[in-house]
C-alpha cells in the first residue's frame, strides 16, 4: 500500500473498508517496507521528507544508506561521476523540514 492509495483508500475502497491502523502507525509499529518513487524526475524529496518526518523513520534509514553506502564503497570513485556533489537524502530531509535551502527538483533528477 502506498501513502496515497490510503490517503484516498486502497483501490477506492470506501472509508469503512479501510484498515483501522495507518500506515504511519504501521512504519513505525516495524513492518517491513520499500520506499520507491513514481519515475525519473518526479518529486521525491518532499514525499520523503514527509515520510521520514510523520513517521520518525529517521534512525531506521539512516542505517540503510550506511549500509548501500558500505555496499558501493568499492566503486565510489567511480560512480562519483554520475553525481559529484554526492547523495545525502537524510541531510536533504533535514533541511526541507528546517525550511533550508535544498538541491531544486531538476538537480535531484
Known amino acids: ?18 484498515p483501522t491502523a495507518t500506515l504511519i502507525d504501521r512504519l513505525a509499529d516495524g513492518e ?13 524529496l518532499p514525499t520523503l ?5 510523520d513517521a520518525d523513520l529517521e534512525h531506521r534509514i539512516a542505517k540503510i544508506v550506511d549500509a548501500a553506502e558500505r555496499i558501493i564503497d568499492p566503486v565510489a570513485d567511480q560512480v562519483t561521476i554520475a553525481l559529484a556533489d554526492g547523495f545525502h537524502p537524510l541531510t536533504w530531509v533535514r533541511a526541507l523540514d528546517a525550511e533550508e535551502s535544498v538541491p531544486s527538483d531538476t538537480e535531484l533528477a
Not at 517491513?32 to 521525491?44: N, T, V
Request: hydrophobic content about 35%; cysteine-free; glycine content about 14%.
Open 49 to 53: 521528507a514527509e515520510l521520514v518526518v
Open 1 to 18: 500500500m502506498t501513502v496515497d492509495q490510503y490517503r484516498s483508500g486502497a483501490q477506492g475502497a470506501s472509508h469503512s473498508n479501510r
Open 32 to 44: 517491513p517496507y520499500a520506499i520507491s518513487f513514481g519515475g525519473q524526475g518526479s518529486p521525491w
